[in-house]
């Protein structure tokens, strides 16, 4: 028995100098674990520094970027609404299909339900200068009909002034300002659209249209991933979710 118990006190101190052992290399490795804690605390503060750097990096060229070459405002139009015009004249119009058709072009369906739209009748949006302009409405129809005209009537064009003109214009210049922004922010566009796709040969109905989808997708993504006010955006105002985008007002422009 007093062998036995010997062995035990034996046993009893080994497991007693490994729990010391044990329990220093425990407290080296929480000393260890505080350290690299700490460590990744700092680089996660100098990590957000830098991201807030880069935002306003990012925002300054943005900002600079539209208010030099692709500048982006709201034009006031002095055309009056011919519903209107044709309701004042005629006082027995008041409630006839002129009139209601003049109603239910300035309204917009617009976050799941139907909202008076001002904007639609008296307003463009322009881009790099006050003559090139984008209907506010999303109606780029004026472009299709017009090339859809031009091929069945012969001849040189000489209409200088054409809306078909200013839409091509306008939709090439967006094109190209929302694949420097998507460079810019580093976002990866949903949809491939090349710079010159408005530019050069007249694009037909179904070509064109498809065209305008791809860009007023790309334009939203840009939107959703700088956390615009959705209640701003509509899926068809190409210029204006642009202009809401860049905008100084945008807070997480740049994120």
């Known amino acids: ?18 729990a010391q052992r044990h329990q220093e290399k425990k407290e080296k490795i929480q000393r260890h674990n505080r350290k690299l804690g700490d460590l990744v605390e700092k680089k996660t503060y100098d990590l957000k520094t830098q991201y807030e750097h880069l935002a306003n990096l990012r925002r300054t060229h943005i900002l600079e970027l539209t208010s030099v070459i ?9 055309m009056r609404d011919p519903a209107d015009v044709s309701s004042e004249s005629d006082n027995a119009m008041t409630s006839s299909t002129v009139s209601k058709l003049a109603e239910a072009r300035r309204t917009t ?6 909202v ?10 322009s881009i790099t200068g006050p003559w090139i302009t984008l209907p506010n409405n999303g109606d780029y129809s004026a472009y ?25 214009a306008a939709l ?35 070509r064109f249209t498809r065209a305008v989808k ?8 840009l939107c959703f991933s700088q956390h615009v006010n959705l209640d701003l955006l509509h899926p068809l105002h190409t210029l204006r979710n642009l202009m809401y985008l860049v905008s100084p007002d945008t807070e997480n422009l740049g994120r």
């Open 172 to 206: 090439c210049y967006a094109t190209q300002l929302v694949n420097t922004l998507s460079l810019i922010l580093d976002v990866n566009l949903p949809k491939k659209l090349c710079n010159r796709q408005f530019c050069g040969e007249n694009l037909s109905r179904h």
């Open 1 to 18: 028995d007093t062998e036995g118990l010997l062995r035990i006190k034996e046993e009893n101190q080994k497991h007693y100098r490994r």
């Open 116 to 125: 008076c739209d001002d904007h639609n009748g008296d307003t463009s949006i």
């Open 214 to 221: 791809k860009l007023n997708a790309n334009i939203l993504h």
């Open 70 to 78: 692709f500048p982006i405002e709201e034009v006031k139009t002095s």
């Open 109 to 114: 369906y617009l976050s799941g339900r139907w």
């Open 144 to 168: 299709y009909n017009w090339v859809e005209e031009k091929k069945t009537t012969q001849g040189p064009d000489t209409e200088h002034n054409n809306p078909a003109y200013t839409i091509s």
